[in-house]
């Protein structure tokens, strides 16, 4: 097997891809949800994408749950991408990575 398929092969072996638990928080005001994505934003600008990516996820915020995985993306996470774009609804870019690994399944099994 090639070092690329064993490098992604080996990004697959995570516990637990995408948990069903990471939904937003369902009892958050409008007030609530709009105050912690503007200090997601902030955090995001600031660099503190793990910081963001928390309160993201805590507030279902599509927009900024997809920026987070174009940037997991740039950093070669696309795993962590998926799973960013899934939350985010975001089918578009959700589904080229969808096809890769399926892609990447179906050469580890005629291997």
Known sequence: MSSK???????LSVPGLIKSTDRPVQNLSTEQR???NRKGNQFFNEGDVESAKRIFVTTGYSDGLTRIGDKLSEKGAELDAL???WLAHNRRKADPLIEKMAKLIATMLTD
């Open 83 to 85: 799973k960013m774009y």
């Open 34 to 36: 709009a105050a912690l």
């Open 5 to 11: 398929i064993t490098d992604d092969i080996d990004r």
